[in-house]
């Protein structure tokens, strides 16, 4: 029965997995609610210090269930609007909401919805063979889910247009060559994991900083990123351990 999965993989790892593999794990209505309600157990989960997002059975995500989505609210666009925003939207969206670093691992299709769900994360993680599409053009639907900004964001203004004018595709390897993607990996979940237990080494307060300083370098220009880091670094600066690495660095010069 097609599912959203989430479970503890130890050291504050967190795996959140769609498992719809007979439709390649595309949302349908039921799903995105449940995947909103792991997202919120992640939101509210004290212990997790990293999650990895990522698709069963060799797909990632191969977008909405569109007769599902959008074959049950029928014609009043207001109605639909606020169905896409509050539910469909909000449930790969949240991802980019939550404190703790989100790591995508991405195999096989991750298409409209799919592929915003993979760039809501703040690591893309991808099989050179994987397939990003933005292909909503090609069946005359506008993009939504954030795809816009998300693209403009990883790509610029102008290979973003031409990639949604055309209703355009990427393999992972092409991904990465335009920056999209972070890394690549012939198995993306083992590499997804390992950056994660890396993460989740780090002191939470310092990765969730990290996080934050990169977010508002894109959302808030540079002024802001260099007032909030300078905080951080100060505060990290006070902590046991930089303090006795201090001491140990001055032993040494004198």
């Known amino acids: 029965m097609p599912g959203i999965n989430l479970r503890d993989a130890g050291d504050g790892i967190r795996i ?15 799903l995105c609610m449940e995947l909103s309600g792991k997202v919120r157990e992640l939101a509210d989960d004290k ?8 698709g069963e059975g060799g797909a990632f995500c191969a977008g909405a269930d569109l007769p599902d989505v959008f074959g049950t609210m029928g014609d009043d666009v207001n109605d639909i609007r606020d169905h896409l925003g509050d539910v469909v939207y909000q449930s790969f969206l949240g991802l980019r909401d939550l404190k703790i670093p989100v790591i995508s691992a991405v195999e096989g299709p ?19 063979t994987a397939d990003f599409a933005a292909t909503f053009s090609k069946i005359g639907l506008h993009q939504g889910g954030g ?8 790509l610029g203004r102008q290979r973003a247009m ?13 991904a990465y060559d335009l920056g999209l993607v972070a890394a690549l990996a012939d198995d993306p979940m083992d590499a997804a994991l390992e950056l994660a237990k890396t993460t989740a080494g780090l002191d939470p307060r310092l990765s969730r900083n990290i996080k ?3 977010k508002l370098s894109v959302e808030s220009g540079f002024d802001a990123a ?3 880091e300078t905080w951080a670094q100060a505060y990290t600066a006070t902590q046991p351990g930089i303090q006795k690495m201090i001491e140990r660095l001055s032993k040494r010069s004198k």
Do not use: W, Y
Not at 20 to 27: D, T, W
Not at 47 to 54: D, E, H, L
Not at 162 to 174: N, Y
């Open 16 to 30: 959140l997995s769609i498992d719809n593999a007979s439709k390649k794990n595309a949302l349908n209505n039921a």
């Open 47 to 54: 212990q997790a210090r990293v999650a990895i997002v990522t």
């Open 110 to 128: 991750a298409v409209g919805a799919g592929l915003n769900m993979a760039l809501a994360a703040d690591v893309v993680i991808a099989s050179p």
């Open 147 to 154: 795809c816009t900004p998300l693209l403009v964001e990883a």
């Open 162 to 174: 031409k990639l949604l004018l055309e209703g355009g595709r990427l393999t992972g390897q092409e």
């Open 212 to 214: 934050t300083a990169v």
């Open 226 to 228: 260099l007032q909030f």
